[in-house]
């Protein structure tokens, strides 16, 4: 088959798709992404210059033709749909007009079989490459949502760990600290940012200690970190991989199932003091009527007496347990301690002359008004159980009882503080550690929910009640309230 050469047409038109492709490289390599607006551009020029490059060799169909499916499959992959369709027919049009115009030009009248085959598999390469581009695509933005779900996650569990009770510490291969939460931070008394990418025996020597015996395959000892509990899990594949160590304090855990207990025995307790409730009311009430009989004889009223006293006994306990488990949510308001307690002495003038005849109130620093953040309800019946407390428990072997109520600023800090003082015999050293126990008392009768009602009253309105003996003979309870005030929201209704 003649072919109409054309070396000048040829020359020129590959000088001008080099100057374009070097241009185009250019502006590639300064973006970072390419824009589908350029990539179209490229595309139909690289279609178009081979097209015309094809023309110019001499031969359309020729090896310019077969190029012309690179950028047919490459357009399948980064845009698979109409578009790649769409260059597919731009390919087949620019090699049938070479075609053509060389037939016009004299040459001889290529084969339809030929051309037919190259039309065919263009539009083939852009089918295939279509699906593929599609496939690759979706593979692609799958990946992309698994990598954000992979990053919610992590992002999760750090914020879990960060704030878990129990101490985390996430070691390598070489026992490095790659992870540590604050609470492990505070379990070993240290700061746990400082030790991050530090070698764990740094941290704690002990235990590094319990960290090889357990790469070793060794038990680990329950006494080594005594009170703290330590359980370690492989991430890896073997024990000399990476490892977690969990760190949990067993103290605060027994604590905190104690306190279950004592919440479920609580209920419990309600209970049965609403079922004790009206038969003791019956009885004391059948007990005063035979009081007034008069046909009783002196052995009679003394047994009568007797009942009566232990049915008040009984009606005592049961309104403090069902004051105990009926305590409200506390409302916090501002409060001037000191008012606030001159105001609480005058109702005690009339409502309890036992207490205010020895009582001694003292409050410091009246130049500056010491202002809390409590619950009224809450303050007056927690002072009614330390004076009842002191006046039960602080008589002393000789002279007058005297009960004192002081105000002040303690500590570096200068937090408020209320001191209810006594000059009685004490408490036994070996007796203070059970003083808050429920049902716990020194004296004959006592109920023992007395102190431990006071301490959930504290606790309740975020202050620390503590005891502590007097030199002089005596014991004093402190309220110290909290220097950042509890926060409520007002929620309208």
Known sequence: MPQIWQPDLFGAASLLYFVFAIGSGFSISRWDELHSKQFCVQLVVDLIALSFLGFSSGDPTGIYAILM?????FAGFWQPGTMTQLYAAIAILGMLAGALVHQW???EP?????LGALSATQLAIALVSGVLGRNVADTHRLVGRRELDLASLTELNMFIVQRMEEGVIVVDDEDVIRMMNPAAGILLGVSFSEYMHTPLVELSRALSVVLRDWREGRAIEAEVMSPLRI?????GPGRDQRAMLMIEDTGEQNTRIQREKLAALGRLTASLAHEIRNP????SQSAQLLAETPELGGQESKLIAIIQGQSQRMNRLIEEILTLSRRKTPIWTDLPLGDWLYKLQDEWRLSWPDLYSRLTLSIDGEGVPIQVRADPDHLRQLLTLLLDNAIKHGIPEQGDARITISVSRSGTASTPCIEVCDNGPGIDSELEPRIYEPFFSTRHGGSGLGLYLARELCEANYCELRYSAVKTGGSCF??????????TANIDD
Not at 478 to 487: K, L, V, Y
Request: net charge negative; aromatic share 6%; charged share 10%.
């Open 280 to 283: 003791i009311g019956a009885i």
């Open 110 to 114: 290529y084969s339809l079989a030929e």
């Open 105 to 107: 030009l004299g040459a």
């Open 478 to 487: 402190s309220i110290t309230f909290p220097m950042e005030r509890p926060i």
């Open 69 to 73: 499916l690179v950028p047919v499959c």
């Open 231 to 235: 359980q370690i899990t492989a991430t």
